[in-house]
């Protein structure tokens, strides 16, 4: 079955760049899912930051908008993430997901998610 | 951008009880882009409930959705041990996703 893995680094520095990507592994990436990211600070609740299509194509949360820029490699069933002028805020655990957008719309699949830290 | 209140922040309930969980939209969402999520520490979110009122593959009988324009529901009839966690629910429109705030559910 289709699953997605995150990876990348585990800690940038302040006002640095971070950097994730997603693999989708056992289906490809060209479908007619769109592909997010979410992430959960510490003690906080789930936020959505953006998401792709294969084609390239993005929306972006309003509040991270000026900071996030999202890719696909379709020769590498992967899609990533940069997050730009990240600060100690940003710390936060990071996930994939895969959008169903079909008769009803929701996340259908997600990724184990991976803890980013910011510090110096 | 709409945003998505939930209530209770905690529930503290003993295994057997029924769970009632609120989800409060700031406008009008429709019932095909109303989702709820189940997350557990150190594990991926799941959906359980889609379409404000359809359990997801593999959901027990006991979790069920209700609701409609700003005002949703989720209920766990009788709460067995694996179903205490967070719950969120979510919304899409105008080609932003926003999730409440979540509410934790404890064993009392």
């Known amino acids: 079955q289709v699953q997605l893995q995150e990876s990348g680094p585990g800690l940038v520095k302040p006002s640095g760049t971070l950097s994730l990507t997603c693999t989708v592994s056992g289906g490809s990436i060209t479908t007619t899912n769109w592909w997010s990211w979410v992430r959960q600070s510490p003690g906080k609740g789930l936020e959505w930051i953006g998401d792709?299509?294969?084609?390239?194509?993005?929306n972006y949360s309003p509040s991270l908008k000026s900071r996030v820029t999202m890719s696909v490699d379709t020769s590498k069933n992967q899609f990533s993430l940069m997050l730009a002028s990240v600060t100690a805020a940003d710390t936060a655990f990071y996930y994939c997901?895969?959008?169903?957008?079909?008769?009803?719309?929701?996340?259908?699949?997600w990724g184990r998610g991976t803890l980013v830290s910011v510090s110096s | 951008e709409i945003v998505l209140t939930q209530s209770p922040g905690t529930l503290s309930l003993s295994p057997g009880e029924r769970a009632t969980l609120s989800c409060r939209a700031s406008q009008s969402v429709s019932n095909r882009y109303l989702a709820w999520y189940q997350h557990k520490p150190g594990q991926a979110p799941r959906v359980v409930i889609y379409g404000a009122s359809s359990r997801a593959a593999g959901i027990p009988d006991r979790f069920s959705g209700s609701g409609s324009g700003t005002d949703f529901t989720l209920t766990i009839s009788r709460l067995e041990p694996e179903d205490f966690a967070v719950y969120f629910c979510?919304?899409?429109?105008?080609?932003?996703?926003?999730f409440g705030q979540g509410t934790k559910v404890e064993i009392k």
């Open positions: 997901a895969r959008d169903s957008m079909d008769s009803y719309w929701y996340f259908d699949l």
């Open positions: 792709v299509y294969y084609t390239g194509t993005t």
């Open positions: 979510q919304q899409y429109s105008s080609s932003v996703w926003t």
